[in-house]
């Protein structure tokens, strides 16, 4: 919004000059003058929208947009890998994300009662909450693609009573190591989602209780909060 109002400012601006200069016919001294003053009306405005607080509202407003447009999006994620994973019979998945529709809930509540409409929200535990989410519900489709990689290996495997050669059992014996290699994977990302969890868990609390923000930026769990969050990010996902 500030913005467009500099903007409008500025268009009013050049018309009153033109008119200026020909209501004075020409005078290109008065004309001057009154461009410098027109010029310093102009950049008063983002300063008085900014110090009247409707820069803030604008944030808020932003930042509430934000919040609900994300909310929706990954709650629907959620829900369609969900389905995926409860097909693939994939318990663990599916529990985790319950939990982390429960946990994403949760925030959004947090953010909505605590953050809009105060002068001291922390966007920086806004943003590092919101990065690690999307890298658990990441995580959640990784787990989909290789819970169907697996059930694609299981599908090709032969039966080890019908292995009648050695290039039979050579095939199987690489089948059998790549399906170990995606459940150990499976593995993984399902004990990081639970880090996830519980560093996001743990930081909802502490925003929740916490008096003053500028506390809240000195304590461990949101410190390791960040540090998962900037693992998110250079991880790519």
Do not use: C
Not at 67 to 80: N, V, Y
Not at 116 to 142: C, E, I, M, W
Not at 146 to 171: C, E, K, L, V, Y
């Amino acid at each position: 919004m500030i913005k467009r109002y500099s903007l409008i400012a500025l268009i009013i601006s050049f018309i009153f000059i033109a008119v200026f200069y020909w209501w004075f016919q020409g005078d290109l001294v008065l004309t001057g003058l009154y461009a410098l003053l027109s010029a310093l009306a102009v950049f008063s405005v983002p300063l008085v929208y900014r110090f009247a607080g409707f820069s803030l509202a604008d944030d808020m407003l932003w930042l509430r947009e934000r919040e609900t447009r994300e909310h929706a999006e990954l709650t629907q994620r959620i829900i369609q890998l969900k389905s995926e994973l409860e097909s693939l019979n994939l318990a663990e998945g599916s529990r985790q994300a319950n939990v982390l529709t429960g946990i994403i809930d949760d925030y959004h509540a947090v953010v909505e009662t605590r953050f809009f409409g105060k002068k001291n929200s922390p966007l920086t535990y806004l943003g590092a909450a919101r990065t690690v989410q999307k890298h658990a519900v990441q995580n959640l489709a990784d787990m989909v693609a290789i819970g169907h990689s697996m059930s694609g290996i299981s599908r090709n495997q032969r039966d080890p009573a019908m292995i009648s050669n050695t290039r039979q059992q050579n095939r199987l014996d690489k089948q059998t190591g790549l399906y170990d290699e995606q459940e150990k994977r499976l593995s993984e990302l399902r004990e990081e989602n639970n880090q996830l969890f519980d560093a996001l868990t743990e930081t909802a609390v502490e925003v929740a209780n916490i008096r003053s923000f500028s506390q809240f930026d000195r304590t461990d769990t949101f410190a390791r909060l960040l540090a998962l969050a900037q693992v998110a990010s250079d991880s790519g996902k």
